[in-house]
């Protein structure tokens, strides 16, 4: 009887220590951000960038512009695991391909809960053009995952987005 005791005691406090860090996108959109948007006063002065207490992510990290997933993290960023990096799969209106991007988390994290997830330069250069289909995934350095989202057509096969169909 105290074996089962013991057994269960453990295996319920395994459950509440990966309850503790299980990390979700609360709220996911996504829209186009001109590189401007990004610029404080406080950059004037100091030649840095000033996220404030959001965490910025981007695919080609120099460049501002592109289409920005905007993430709602029930966590602070800083809790987000070292090594930790997004997965962003997505379809383009020009073209079926899937495309994988993976980018990651910086290491200088605010302690805000909200992520702008970018795809910039050259990964995302159409102003107006949404993504047909797109899956983000925050992954931790082993490949787990620990959090994902994902639209509503990327659910359906892929023969649904051909021409025609």
Not at 50 to 66: I, K, Q, T
Request: with cysteine; hydrophobic share 40%; glycine share 6%.
């Amino acid at each position: 009887m105290k074996r089962r005791a013991l057994l269960f005691f453990c295996a319920i406090h395994l459950a509440a220590l990966s309850a503790l860090h299980a990390f979700e996108f609360r709220h996911v959109a996504h829209r186009y951000v001109e590189a401007k948007s990004f610029k404080r006063i406080s950059e004037y002065f100091t030649g840095r960038e000033n996220p404030g207490n959001r965490l910025l992510c981007r695919s080609r990290p120099v460049e501002r512009a592109g289409l920005y997933f905007i993430l709602s993290l029930n966590e602070h960023s800083r809790k987000l695991p070292q090594g930790a990096q997004f997965v962003v799969e997505f379809i383009r209106p020009d073209d079926p391909e899937t495309k994988t991007i993976r980018v990651p988390v910086p290491e200088h994290r605010p302690r805000g809960k909200e992520i702008y997830l970018g795809l910039t330069g050259d990964d995302w250069p159409d102003k107006i053009a949404r993504p047909v289909a797109w899956r983000l995934r925050l992954v931790d350095a082993s490949g787990e995952v620990l959090a994902q989202r994902k639209s509503f057509l990327w659910e359906h096969p892929a023969d649904r987005f051909e021409r025609g169909s």
